[in-house]
């Protein structure tokens, strides 16, 4: 494409950054964020959370929230990727006001909390959030049932 002089589109950049992701080669995918900045490419949503994801799953947050604030469109897959970057890092003080703030939670949004909370030993938390979700009427899977399960194990 830098040979025809052919600017990529956020599509492509998604496919791109993607296959990077899936062959686990971080360097390309760098490369293709630089790429991203170089040429102006557009962060829609979908690129937006495709660059969240992959810093997230990277521990990269710094980086991750600096997406988050430059799309102008959000949707709760970008605050969601947020929230797990901030509970993978430890940041939970941070998970939770991002949470907090959510126009609307889903299951996911409650799993990444809760399941943060257990990682962190902060079991009490975890389960009185298990109660505020089923207060919220939100089904809860089973990744959200084994988290507070391993929770309340560790209550005794």
Known sequence: MTAA???ADPVTMVKVILACSHLCDSQVADSMVEYIKENN???D???GNTLIDIYRRRSFVELAQCVVDRIRERNIVSW?????GYVKVGNLTAARKLFDNLPKRDVISWTAMITGYSQASQFADAVKLFQEIMAAKV???KF???SVLSACARLG
Not at 80 to 84: E, R, S
């Open 144 to 146: 959200t049932v084994a």
């Open 80 to 84: 969601n990727a947020l929230i797990m």
């Open 41 to 43: 490419v557009e962060i």
């Open 5 to 7: 002089n052919i600017k």
């Open 139 to 141: 089904k809860p899977d």
């Open 45 to 47: 949503v979908y690129l």
